[in-house]
């Protein structure tokens, strides 16, 4: 227990570090490509940082020769946790961060188009996946079709948000660094190469300590004895998600906000079209009811983002209704673990 516990410290602080490397290479990326903060936290933030929860059901449906009941809970769990902890735990973080400096009533002002954007497609998305869980396994050719269809969606959200980056970047809303490259301190020239590679090695940092902050978590759950399907909603999505919820923090507190809203919002949309697509294909896909009251979280907390959206502002105070949602959650979850 001690040694995970060690492994838990020193794989967060090694995720910390990433980020900073990760988000220092991606605003110096947007910058040299001339794209708008949009696209670069929306799209190359959100998927970067996305591998770890992506990587996860994966390989648990995918380890040994045939896929096991326990490793199919652990996908399912992992593909439907993913999107509840960005749209509660998530956003109330990167909002809890700059409640200091802001105040309770401050406004998180990031660009409302594609804030708009993000949350009216990540809604339609999970609404079609979570319906799907009510349709027979015997029917797969509609199963197979509603899967292409979500990854589809997701083509069609990627060429939208390039198309308006476009428009963006006309009136100046550019990608700026607000920082010098890391690499180039040590000597590295600026240029787009010097960025990727800071790029990828951030990423890998990010990923390799995610991975081992997940082998900690799930030591320590396991002594807990908290059920497969309850750990991949709740523990493993806490550890797979560390990237996006320190990489928001750090572009808030810098007054990144379109940035660090796309960074999580972005990652929604990815969790809720192609991580859905596999689970419909690959696991049972049915409404268990801790599947249910997951889906039905995640969609009253993405349906209250994308109702603060319409109305062109985004308060502080807001986001803790999803932080509150996050709770209900954990505390109906861990009442029905005990009585079942």
Same mark, same amino acid.
């Given at each position: ?41 929306? =799209? ?6 996305? =591998? ?19 490793? #199919? ?83 069609? %959200? ?14 100046? #809303? ?115 009811? #801790? ?22 502002? =985004? ?9 509150? =949602? ?9 009442? %029905?673990?005990?009585?079942?």
């Amino acid at each position: 227990m001690a040694f995970s516990i060690f492994q838990l410290v020193v794989s967060l602080l090694i995720i910390v570090v990433a980020a900073e490397i990760f988000t220092n290479a991606l605003e110096h990326l947007g910058q040299k490509l001339k794209i708008s903060e949009g696209v670069t936290g929306s =799209l190359f933030a959100a998927v970067g940082t996305a =591998l770890p929860e992506t990587i996860v059901p994966i390989i648990a449906i995918a380890s040994g020769t045939a896929v096991s009941a326990h490793n #199919e809970e652990i996908g399912v769990g992992a593909i439907i946790g993913a999107p509840l902890m960005l749209s509660t735990l998530s956003v109330f973080i990167m909002a809890l961060a700059v409640v200091g400096s802001r105040g309770l009533n401050g406004d998180i002002r990031p660009e409302p188009r594609g804030f708009r954007r993000d949350t009216r497609f990540f809604l339609l998305a999970f609404i079609i996946a979570a319906t799907t869980m009510f349709i027979p396994h015997s029917n797969t050719l509609l199963r197979a079709t509603i899967s292409g269809s979500l990854i589809g969606l997701y083509v069609i %959200y990627v060429i939208l948000t390039v198309h308006a980056s476009k428009q963006l970047v006309q009136t100046g #809303e550019v990608t700026e660094a607000g920082s010098q490259l890391l690499l180039n301190r040590v000597g590295l020239p600026v240029n787009l190469r010097t960025v990727l590679l800071q790029v990828f090695v951030g990423t890998g940092i990010l990923v390799g300590g995610a991975f081992w902050f997940i082998d900690g978590v799930q030591d320590a759950s396991g002594l807990l004895g908290i059920s497969a399907l309850l750990l991949s909603l709740i523990i493993i999505p806490i550890a797979t998600e560390l990237p996006e919820k320190i990489n928001s923090v750090l572009w808030i507190r810098k007054n990144k906000d379109t940035l660090a809203l796309g960074n999580i919002t972005g990652a929604m949309v990815f969790q809720g079209t192609i991580l859905p697509s596999l689970g419909i294909m690959l696991t049972p896909w049915e409404p268990r009811s #801790e599947v249910l009251l997951g889906v039905i979280i995640t969609l009253i907390a993405a349906f209250w983002l994308w109702l603060n959206a319409t109305r062109r502002q =985004l308060k502080i105070w807001a986001l803790g209704v999803n932080g509150l =949602l996050y709770i209900i959650y954990i505390a109906i979850s861990l009442f %029905y673990q005990k009585h079942v």
